[in-house]
């Protein structure tokens, strides 16, 4: 016994380039588990884990490591080389049971790292595992495998004895991806480790082998993939599952009911079901773990062993059977890449728009385009119009045009009721592209005119009717108008489910609600979408962008500069995967974040990023350089460089003149009149800037652009100043981020919300609004209780004790309007 207790192995050296993972070994030793399972595939830096917790281990505890490398020992084999680790004598591991009563009879804790242990490990062996788990011996499992061991797994969890990580949390995550880029390719980019992350997943071998391209004489990171996988996968597996793997790796994705149809020779479904549980690198697809598909970089790796003729043959086949199980796009993909595009484009057909605005569908889309021939991308009057639809919602107005003509070989039909219901399409399609162009008599006389003859099927076109004459009205100066066109345009896609029109016509009325600066109800608004993008499942980052651009302008809006930058990044990047042109606003609220913390080069660089992407990206000059410029503008009065303002200002006005601002910015002409004002005042023309600015109030009570209004209020005031004129209404008090905020002397305090939670803020906003607790309840959908206590704490914050004292200070405080 006292050689047992004395005795103690050897662990393993670290590899080099070694990464210390402390997230993951805090957690494993956060306590004490009888077991600690850690179950991935080859190359999830499962030894490695294991080695770095043993190290960490308490004063007093030993340790023993078996290198078992996937081999399956007999248990005599098994009990011989524990007792040779214990330093007993051979015959000690003659029987099982003495064996495991020495262990019992320690009085020293031990810990027992079975690295790699076999996947088919005997009976005999799983038993006594299952006793030794079971039995008072001081004895803790550290054990790494490729296949959860046959054992008594589930009672272990039931007694919180059990700690299982799998390959999803043994990944690298992104901040140790980016740890490891910087050791292995310092000049990686962003877009490279993007890149990477996508192919990988964080499979640490994975990112090892690519990141290490460059260091192993330019050979390709391919090739050390190959080789990495013929030994640690390939070489373990059957001849019949290897055959399966290998063309498993051309699919999107796979199930077993799948590969039984696909190959119903082979036995296909049994083997897929034998390679799934063997963790052999595949991912689930979806919630209900039926579908998989293998790593993108272990199936790149495994491709090219299959003839030209038989990969044709597959991917057509799997084609066919993708199409039968409702994953079109899927199928898309695999005719484009057997040179089918005349097959591709009848697929395409198939989808619909809510498909295409959903995810990074529209993306997708655009893609294809550039893959397909002319001839057939006019193959059918209803692939022209998904084509259209792309392209006017990723601002390309010159290509939208090129494909709303080629309409014109399908007229006139031979029958009068297929001609109208045609014609009226290409009215809304049309329609549409004038209101993006500025065009706002067209662009009614087009959509009133479609909306007289489209028929019920056809409502995906009266949608974008009534959201272009929302978004015109709007523009136009009309907001009642376009209010009551945004309510029937929502009433149309909640009739039809159809969740991405829902959101994106919520995002119009978000819009409209933060021009009105009625920022409590816009907040309300924003949480339902999102609300309802969660519970709809899936990625959706098209739609989840456009709620986050808001998001953060809500927050710059209400002086939360850390929150809004969080918010438009993360809207940024998923803009940018989706190809949705509103990144544009993002980059632009960038600007405003970097110019608002004095970092100007910084803004000037996130606008010079704006207008090369937009261009990159083909997108119409006319959608976007007005508010590239009027950024640019701000950046200049934050610079007070007045006489760079005032042509700027002048030609923007003058280039806009009996035309529509763009559709996603209705407000550009009011606050481009605001920036020739501010210059005009800097230059020393304070009577020009009065009269600019009392016209300016009169438009904005108009078109009810409260928001805008305070700006020119507090502007007029800095007039009223250098003429000597007090002006009659005391200006509204700004937020500390606005562009005029440091104009008028404002209360020092803790900042634009004197402490208050995003909550509160938005209960005070709506008593402001004259909301009983009640209305409160119901538009912020929370209970009566919360309401009255949110409003006990806006009270004792704000050293107040009633509702109307409340919102009295919170305007001389400045943080409401």
């Not at 294991?50 to 081999?71: E, P, Y």
């Not at 050791?183 to 994975?206: E, I, K």
């Not at 980052?541 to 918010?567: F, Y």
């Not at 990044?569 to 913390?597: F, N, Q, W």
Request: aromatic content about 6%.
């Amino acid at each position: 016994m006292s050689q047992l207790l004395s005795a103690m192995a050897a662990l393993p050296r670290p590899p080099s380039a070694h990464l210390q993972r402390e997230r993951l070994e805090d957690r494993l030793l956060a306590r004490n588990y009888r077991l600690r399972l850690l179950c991935a595939p080859a190359g999830y830096g499962k030894t490695v884990l294991l080695n770095d917790c043993l190290r960490r281990r308490q004063a007093g505890v030993r340790c023993l490591w078996l290198d078992l490398g996937g081999h399956t020992p007999s248990f005599a084999q098994f009990c011989l080389r524990l007792a040779d680790g214990l330093g007993l004598e051979p015959k000690a591991a003659a029987d099982g049971d003495a064996l495991l009563a020495l262990l019992e009879s320690s009085k020293l804790c031990w810990w027992f790292a079975f690295d790699d242990f076999p996947a088919d490990a005997c009976a005999e062996l799983n038993a006594w595992i299952d006793r030794l788990l079971r039995s008072q011996a001081p004895v803790q499992l550290w054990v790494s495998c490729r296949q959860r061991p046959a054992w008594k797994l589930a009672r272990l969890l039931l007694e919180g004895e059990l700690l299982e990580l799998g390959a999803g949390q043994l990944a690298f995550n992104g901040q140790e991806l980016e740890t490891l880029a910087e050791r292995l390719d310092p000049l990686a980019g962003p877009s490279s480790l993007a890149q990477l992350w996508l192919q990988t997943q964080g499979w640490c071998a994975g990112v090892r082998l690519l990141l290490g391209t460059e260091s192993r004489n330019e050979r390709a990171g391919g090739t050390w993939m190959r080789e990495y996988l013929g030994g640690e996968l390939l070489a373990f597996l059957a001849e019949d599952q290897r055959k399966l793997l290998l063309s498993v790796a051309y699919l999107p994705r796979v199930s077993i009911g799948f590969c039984a149809r696909l190959w119903p020779e082979r036995d296909a479904g049994t083997l897929l079901r034998g390679l799934l549980q063997s963790a052999s690198f595949f991912q689930p697809l979806g919630g209900d773990g039926q579908w998989h598909r293998l790593l993108p970089a272990v199936a790149l790796a495994l491709q090219g062993e299959l003839a030209a003729a038989e990969l044709k043959r597959l991917r057509l086949d799997a084609c066919r059977l993708l199409c039968e199980d409702g994953f079109i796009d899927e199928a898309i993909e695999l005719a484009l890449s057997t040179q089918q595009p005349e097959m591709a484009a009848s697929l395409m057909e198939r989808l619909t728009l809510d498909w295409m605005f959903s995810e990074r569908h529209l993306h997708t889309w655009l893609n294809w385009l550039t893959r397909l021939p002319e001839r057939t991308l006019e193959s059918s009057p209803n692939l022209i119009y998904l084509n259209v639809r792309a392209l006017l919602s990723s601002w390309r107005l010159d290509d939208a045009q090129t494909h709303i003509a080629r309409l014109a070989w399908a007229m006139p039909q031979p029958k009068a009721r297929n001609n109208s219901r045609l014609l009226a399409n290409w009215q809304a399609l049309q329609g549409t592209l004038y209101g993006l162009s500025g065009d706002a008599d067209s662009a009614r006389e087009h959509c009133h005119s479609a909306l007289q003859h489209l028929e019920l099927r056809d409502w995906p076109s009266s949608f974008l009717c009534y959201s272009t004459l929302a978004r015109v009205s709007m523009a136009a100066g009309e907001p009642e108008q376009a209010r009551l066109l945004l309510d029937s345009s929502l009433q149309l896609a909640r009739r039809h489910r159809c969740i991405a029109s829902e959101v994106l016509i919520n995002a119009d009325r978000i819009r409209q609600l933060i021009l009105n600066d009625e920022l409590a109800l816009a907040e309300s608004v924003l949480q339902e979408c999102l609300a309802l993008v969660a519970a709809d499942g899936g990625s959706h980052d098209l739609l989840l962008s456009r709620l986050l651009l808001l998001r953060g302008e809500l927050c710059l809006l209400r002086g939360d500069l850390q929150a809004g930058e969080s918010a438009l990044r993360a809207g940024l990047e998923r803009g940018t995967e989706s190809s949705d042109p509103y990144v544009l606003h993002a980059l632009i609220g960038l600007s405003e974040v970097a110019s608002c913390k004095g970092e100007l080069w910084q803004a000037q660089q996130h606008l010079r990023n704006a207008e090369r992407h937009m261009q990159r990206c083909r997108v119409s000059e006319a959608c976007y350089k007005g508010l590239i410029d009027y950024q640019q503008m701000r950046l200049l009065v934050r610079q007070k460089d007045w006489q760079a303002i005032l042509p700027l200002a002048r030609n923007a006005i003058s280039a806009d003149i009996g035309r529509l601002p763009p559709l996603h910015a209705p407000s550009l002409p009011q606050r481009l009149q605001l920036m020739l004002a501010l210059a005009e005042l800097g230059t020393g023309k304070p009577e020009h800037a009065a009269k600019r600015l009392q016209a300016l109030l009169a438009a904005c009570e108009r078109l009810s652009f409260r928001g805008l209004l305070a700006e020119a209020r507090v502007a007029l005031a800095e007039v009223g100043k250098h003429s000597g004129v007090n002006c009659a209404d005391e200006p509204t008090a700004l937020v500390r981020t606005s562009l005029l905020a440091d104009w008028r002397a404002t209360p020092s305090g803790p900042g634009a919300r004197d402490g208050l939670t995003s909550r509160e803020f938005s209960v005070l906003q709506l008593v402001a609004h004259g909301l009983s607790n009640q209305e409160i309840s119901e538009r912020l959908f929370i209970s009566l209780n919360t309401v009255k206590a949110h409003t006990v704490k806006i009270n004792h914050k704000l050293g107040v004790k009633r509702r109307t004292q409340a919102v009295m200070r919170a305007k001389s405080l400045g943080m409401l309007a």
